[in-house]
Nanobody, 122 residues
């Protein structure tokens, strides 16, 4: 599966962005979808994940209540709606997919796309 994230940009604190992740070359609906982020000088960290059919969702505590993960298997696309953005959300955001099942660990995901930069100014 090839993944392409888009929708990043520069936004002021308190603003919103919607990231998209378009999948191709495989069966998107058979893969768990995850979003991860990596800020300069920091480890890649878990943001959110949604199960194959969308019935199970998990969020990092740092984004709970502000971010919403979703997916549209008919469009082979996943989404990350980010509201009430904070400067500490600044990072490169990556979407990831894995056929094996549910996980919040970045190393468990087989497929990653190139990231999209999100910058939140104060």
């Amino acid at each position: 599966v090839q993944l392409q994230a888009s929708g990043g940009g520069l936004v002021q604190a308190g603003g919103s962005l919607r990231l998209s992740c378009l999948a191709s070359g495989g069966t998107f609906s058979t893969h768990t979808l995850g979003w991860f982020r990596q800020a300069p000088g920091k480890e890649r960290e878990f943001v959110a994940t949604v199960s194959r059919a969308g019935g199970s969702i998990s969020y990092a505590d740092s984004v709970k209540g502000r971010f919403t993960i979703s997916r549209d298997n008919a469009k082979n696309t996943g989404y990350l709606q980010m509201n009430s953005l904070k400067p500490e959300d600044t990072a490169v955001y990556y979407c990831a997919a894995d056929p094996a099942g549910w996980s919040t660990a970045s190393d468990d995901y087989k497929f990653y796309g190139p990231g999209t930069q999100v910058t939140v100014s104060s």
